[in-house]
């Protein structure tokens, strides 16, 4: 065969498949806008998302508008990663380890000795991988704006010996995190802002990146704001030896060991398998502001979606573009039967929105989503800051039907009736929360102050 010709033949070979390649990936991203834009229409996606594989950007764009504004929506303005943010704390603790300059196995009260006689068997593993056995904010009776660190250790330091035992369970605790801050600003004798800034955001030249910190106020737990650019560059580095070795995120991509039950949570994320490669993912939730992250590390996917409008189907959305880059048909996410019957109550009362409820649970089950007790409960909450007092106790009643077997249903229900001053039904609620959930440290409590 002449050179000429087999040379032209293999030139005319690659560029036939750069064109295919082009055109698969232009077909992926027709298919995800097709996809958000039905979402957005749906009043189901609001905010910026980025997909990317190896590094590269296949789909990228912002819907909606900014949260009480009339301003569209733009991929280059940082929001609220709420507990996204947690992964940049367990990077800071091992960056730290590595340079020797404290170890996972230290005790925490090593750096906190106020918590010599709270948390004397609980190491800095146990709080990165949230098995410490401390209760979250929420069931320590002190979730509120602008927490202070003192108020934390104040809580820790009175209930503790309610608490489970270090290393036997996995326990979500944004009051370990914000425990990790504090001893992360013992050991550098830096904020936890400048510690990042100084050796994650600037030399990965996350520029729209911060974390913002008032000196006494809780961090590490939540906190950061960033964009969907500058978490690509994050998603990069993790590849790389940059920040830590390898061999250091391997272990913070490995689910942690317990005595009880299973976890899949490592340091700073949740770690399954998807497809037979690993996942690493974590969403963050914070007033309107929802966060998500998810790293397909075999295939090097990543997917960011950063919402500023309440709740969105975020891994389902994530799933979905993951199967249409696969080639495979997406599943759409489930349309909010609370955000459906929030528009209806708002028109026509609240008998009007039950009604809706059970009509549509009836005849449309497949097209609403009935299966995520927390959307009533925020629902219910909503309604309770807008002063629909009585309203918000139907919506409470309602998720505790539904959910009957949920300690955090019944725990709201309680809060709701004390609101109007219905004791002996907040008694009986708050009774059946802790039926059904013995270590529910908040509804132990509100009985305690309603006998």
Request: aromatic share 8%; glycine share 8%.
């Amino acid at each position: 065969m002449n050179f000429f010709y087999l040379v032209s033949l293999r030139f005319f070979a690659v560029v036939l498949f750069s064109a295919v390649s082009v055109k698969a990936a232009d077909t992926a991203s027709d298919k995800i806008r097709a996809m958000l834009t039905t979402l957005d229409e749906n009043g189901q996606f609001n905010g910026s998302i980025l997909v990317a594989r190896e590094g590269k950007v296949l789909y990228r764009d912002s819907f909606g508008t900014a949260a009480g504004s009339s301003d569209k929506n733009r991929a280059e303005t940082p929001t609220d990663l709420a507990s996204v943010s947690k992964q940049f704390t367990a990077m800071a603790v091992m960056m730290l380890a590595e340079q020797g300059k404290l170890s996972y196995e230290d005790a925490i009260t090593k750096y906190l000795p106020q918590l010599k006689d709270s948390a004397a068997d609980i190491t800095i593993r146990h709080l990165l991988t949230h098995t410490s056995g401390i209760p979250d904010v929420g069931d320590l009776g002190i979730d509120r704006p602008n927490l202070k660190e003192s108020e934390v250790i104040e809580a820790v330091v009175k209930q503790h010996a309610q608490f489970g035992k270090s290393g036997e369970r996995y326990r979500y605790s944004n009051t370990g995190y914000t425990l990790l801050g504090m001893i992360l600003e013992k050991v550098t004798d830096l904020s936890l802002g400048d510690f990042l800034a100084r050796n994650v955001f600037d030399p990965l030249g996350m520029s729209h990146t911060r974390l913002p910190s008032k000196p006494g106020y809780t961090k590490g737990d939540g906190g950061i704001f960033s964009t969907v650019d500058d978490l690509l560059k994050w998603d990069q580095a993790l590849y790389t030896d940059r920040l830590v070795k390898q061999t250091t995120l391997n272990e913070a991509f490995t689910p942690a060991q317990v005595r009880a039950e299973t976890t899949t949570y490592g340091f700073g994320w949740n770690i399954t398998e998807k497809d037979g490669d690993r996942f690493v993912w974590h969403t963050g939730n914070t007033g309107q502001y929802r966060a998500f992250i998810g790293r397909r590390l075999g295939e090097r996917i990543l997917v960011v979606i950063l919402t500023n409008q309440g709740n969105s189907r975020r891994i389902e959305i994530c799933d979905a573009i993951v199967d249409i880059l696969h080639g495979k048909p997406a599943i759409m996410p489930k349309l909010s039967i609370a955000m459906r019957i929030a528009g209806v109550i708002h028109a026509r009362g609240i008998e009007a929105g039950l009604q809706e409820y059970d009509r549509l649970k009836a005849t449309q089950l497949e097209t609403f989503d009935f299966s995520d007790e927390s959307e009533l409960n925020a629902l219910g909450y909503q309604l309770l800051g807008q002063g629909e007092k009585q309203a918000a106790v139907r919506i409470f009643e309602l998720n505790a039907r539904e959910f009957a077997a949920s300690s955090n249903a019944y725990d709201s229900l309680g809060e709701a009736y004390s609101n109007v001053g219905q004791r002996d039904r907040a008694l009986q609620a708050y009774t059946k929360a802790v039926e059904l959930d013995p270590k529910n440290l908040n509804a132990q409590r509100m009985l305690r102050g309603l006998k």
